[in-house]
């Protein structure tokens, strides 16, 4: 079985030359490409956070507890909310993450259970979809597959790893096939993953019209909000006037050759 450094510098280098061939081919903006590397090398852990030795559940539940409310600012910005309600947000969002998906995996999961699974780096991967924000659907699709990239990076290294030399020739490690999986040996956790899988692929697929629907609907709230502001505060500056000024400005009007009225 690869080991927590091994992981993490295959799936980094990965992140590298994902990052890089998107700029160089595709000319996507370095800090995109950056991030998308970053979430691949992370992403390379993820599958461990089942493990016993905890190393890879502090890790990972570290980076996302930092990078999950960081990645839910320019959505909740776009919104309006108050500087106070986004930090706010963002707290609640890391204490939840720190404390309670650290707590509740530890209590649920097993190792090389569902967490080593195909199915499991894509529902990782929808979930990076969903939390990464803009206009533009293809840069946040790159995103998630980054995250899946360096999912399935780890899932490729234990299987080779399952893989061995006995009296040359080749042996397989009882661990063969335990992580390259789409099923796995309960019924229950089955069937909450492809649940869940399937859950969140509905609302990947249906999230970016529900969000542009929601965000037209906003600006059409604060567009009717703000003129109707505005004509309140008209006509109080109008009945604020003096009936001198006002009779003044009418008989301006009357007589002013280059009146639009007449």
């Known amino acids: ?23 160089y081919m595709y000319h996507v ?3 995109t490409c950056v991030l998308a590397g ?24 570290a980076f996302a507890a930092a990078v999950v409310p960081l990645m ?27 404390f309670g998906a650290a707590a509740l995996l530890k209590r649920l999961t097993v190792h090389r259970g569902m967490f080593h699974s195909l199915p499991a780096a894509v529902i990782f991967g929808e979930i990076a979809f969903l939390l990464a924000s803009g206009d ?5 699709y790159f ?35 335990t992580a390259m999986k789409i099923l796995g040996h309960g019924f229950l956790p ?3 993953t492809y649940g869940l899988l399937a859950l969140l692929t509905l609302v990947a697929l249906k999230e970016p019209g529900w969000m542009q629907n929601v965000y037209q609907q906003h600006q059409q709230r604060a567009s009717q909000y ?11 500056n109008n009945d604020n006037k003096s009936e001198p000024q006002k009779l003044l400005e009418a008989l301006k009007t009357e007589f002013d050759p280059t009146s639009s009225t007449r």
Do not use: W
Not at 155 to 170: M, N, P, T
């Open 1 to 23: 079985m690869a080991g927590f450094k091994t992981h993490l510098t295959v799936s980094t280098l990965m992140g590298v030359g994902y990052g890089g061939a998107a700029y």
């Open 29 to 31: 903006p370095v800090p």
């Open 38 to 61: 970053g979430l691949c090398a992370v992403s390379g852990m993820l599958p461990d956070v089942d493990s016993d030795s905890g190393r890879p559940l502090h890790e990972s539940i």
């Open 72 to 98: 839910l600012i320019d959505r909740l910005s776009r919104f309006e909310l108050a500087t106070e309600t986004i930090i706010l947000v963002g707290a609640l969002a890391y204490v939840v993450i720190r």
């Open 136 to 140: 533009n659907v293809q840069l946040r």
């Open 143 to 177: 995103k998630a597959g980054a995250v899946v990239l360096g999912y399935v990076s780890h899932l490729l290294l234990d299987e080779i790893y399952s893989l061995g030399i006995r009296r040359g020739q080749l042996a397989f490690k009882s661990s063969f096939g």
């Open 190 to 192: 089955n069937v909450v």
């Open 226 to 236: 703000a003129s109707q502001l505005g004509g309140r505060s008209a006509d109080s």
